[in-house]
């Protein structure tokens, strides 16, 4: 049995969430949950709400499940749309700043499953 959850459109680069993502992916629920609750990043707060988005999605199923035989199977983050934007530069020039955001994918699997 498996769980999904995203989050889209992200107001964080990509880049500075796969560094907290790198540290939870493959732990058990509980340990990872413990991680995130003592991790100083903005993106630890965000993967932390999505992956209780994922534990509360295995409850939408029928069957009985212990949250302490779960762990995290599969977690990645991809680029989502970019704000652009301008800023001015020396000798009247523009320089443009892209905002970037990102899409969060977890997905949690009981040990003995695949």
């Known amino acids: 049995?498996?769980?999904?959850?995203?989050?889209?459109?992200?107001?964080?680069?990509p880049y500075k969430v796969r560094q907290i993502l790198d540290i939870?992916?493959?732990?058990?629920?509980?340990?990872?949950i413990n991680t995130l609750k003592f991790t100083n990043k903005?993106?630890?707060?965000?993967?932390?709400?999505?992956?209780?988005?994922?534990i509360a999605n295995l409850s939408s199923n029928d069957e009985a499940y212990d949250v302490d035989k779960f762990y995290v199977k599969t977690a990645f983050v991809d680029g989502g749309p970019m704000m652009k934007r301008w800023r001015a530069a020396a000798m009247g020039r523009a320089v443009r700043i892209l905002k970037r955001s990102s899409h969060l994918t977890i997905i949690i699997s009981q040990k003995g499953s695949n």
Do not use: C, P, Y
């Open 1 to 13: 049995m498996q769980a999904t959850a995203k989050a889209k459109n992200l107001k964080q680069s």
């Open 24 to 32: 939870v992916r493959g732990k058990n629920v509980n340990e990872a």
């Open 42 to 54: 903005k993106a630890a707060k965000i993967i932390l709400k999505t992956l209780n988005s994922a």
